[in-house]
T-cell receptor, first 113, second 112 residues
Framework: SQTIHQWPATLVQPVGSPLSLECTVE??????LYWYRQAAGRGLQLLFY??????ISSEVPQNLSASRPQDRQFILSSKKLLLSDSGFYLC????????????FGPGTRLLVL | GENVEQHPSTLSVQEGDSAVIKCTYS??????FPWYKQELGKGPQLIID?????GEKKDQRIAVTLNKTAKHFSLHITETQPEDSAVYFC???????????FGKGTTLSVSS
């Protein structure tokens, strides 16, 4: 069966510091991968999605970037964090099958101070 | 682009009562409508979904209905239990390969 991992689970970082969040998927090949941000009490905002290695689409211009160095690895990064980057970051995956349901990881809670 | 509106934002019911959450979408070409349940501090989990060629789908106490003409779909939970308390999100997808568009969520509280 497929599983999706995210780490770290929680992170507290000072303003201006770099960021690297990692997401890996097991049990499937060539998944579509997604990064979402969820601010407190808010909905899900799509940040990036990827249909293959090195292929990244950005949905919202911002202080963040994404990379996909391997088929089942998706990384969210920032060179300098802002206070507004605080939130709950979720990675998700889907397949190219017609169903294409998205399955979410456990999330990373980021607090920028 | 697609826009999804979800109502209500909060819903409180007594254990055993039914709960209904409604969503409307703007793009008539959307063809896939999943519902997710998110418990505190966890990622959303898919609970049920429906495609545009079906009007209703049931899974035990959960059902989803779709009205393509009116462009709205609803989640129905019967015989609610305290463990149903969570945030529920609806979503719509225009076509395969594009991302889901989510509603802003409904916080459901079931009191015993």
């Amino acid at each position: 069966s497929q599983t999706i991992h995210q780490w770290p689970a929680t992170l507290v970082q000072p303003v201006g510091s770099p960021l690297s969040l990692e997401c890996t998927v097991e049990g499937t090949s060539n998944p579509n991968l997604y990064w979402y941000r969820q601010a407190a009490g808010r909905g899900l905002q799509l940040l990036f999605y990827s249909v293959g290695i090195g292929q990244i689409s950005s949905e919202v211009p911002q202080n963040l970037s994404a990379s996909r160095p391997q088929d089942r690895q998706f990384i969210l990064s920032s060179k300098k964090l802002l206070l507004s980057d605080s939130g709950f970051y979720l990675c998700a995956w889907s397949t190219d099958a017609p169903r294409e349901t998205q399955y979410f990881g456990p999330g990373t809670r980021l607090l920028v101070l | 682009g697609e826009n999804v509106e979800q109502h209500p934002s909060t819903l409180s019911v007594q254990e055993g009562d039914s709960a209904v959450i409604k969503c409307t979408y703007s793009d008539s070409a959307s063809n896939y409508f999943p519902w997710y349940k998110q418990e505190l501090g966890k990622g959303p989990q898919l609970i049920i979904d429906i495609r545009s060629n079906v009007g209703e789908k049931k899974d035990q106490r959960i059902a989803v209905t779709l009205n393509k003409t009116a462009k709205h779909f609803s989640l129905h939970i019967t015989e609610t239990q305290p463990e149903d308390s969570a945030v529920y999100f609806c979503a719509a997808r225009h076509q395969a390969g594009t991302a889901l568009i989510f509603g802003k969520g409904t916080t459901l509280s079931v009191s015993s």
